[in-house]
């Protein structure tokens, strides 16, 4: 059974940072592209990050310069470094992965519950 864990989230002040990890299991990791993508209440979901099998990694726009994407094989984790966090990066996230890729689109077949973040003073 393929499952997905975030944890990681949390209140900080705009300017500060936090790393999202997803723990995978029941899946060949390596072999999975995987992506983060968030979501406010109202709103669709949106992709913010994802990374193929060769390494390689996309980003929208809005993060571009301030988020990173990376995988530790071994550990069979997602993560995501945020810096310089705005408040319009507060959201649900979620981590996402699946054989087929889907770039930054929302259509991968596995998803984690979610970890919160909340940016604000």
């Known amino acids: 059974e393929v499952q997905l864990g975030e944890s990681g989230g949390g209140l900080v002040q705009p300017g500060g940072s936090l790393r999202l990890s997803c723990a995978a299991s029941?899946?060949?990791?390596?072999?999975?592209?995987m992506g983060w993508f968030r979501q406010v209440p109202g709103k669709e979901r949106e992709g913010v990050a994802a990374?193929?099998?060769?390494?390689?990694?996309s980003y929208a726009d809005s993060v571009k310069g301030r988020f990173t994407i990376s995988q530790d094989n071994a550990k069979t984790t997602l993560y995501l470094q945020m810096n310089s966090l705005k408040p319009e990066d507060t959201a649900m996230y979620y981590c996402?992965?699946?054989?087929?890729?889907?770039?930054?689109?929302?259509?991968?077949?596995?998803w984690g519950q979610g970890t919160q973040v909340t940016v604000s003073s």
């Open positions: 029941g899946f060949t990791f390596s072999s999975y592209y």
């Open positions: 996402a992965a699946d054989r087929i890729w889907w770039w930054l689109l929302p259509k991968y077949h596995y």
């Open positions: 990374i193929d099998s060769d390494g390689t990694t």
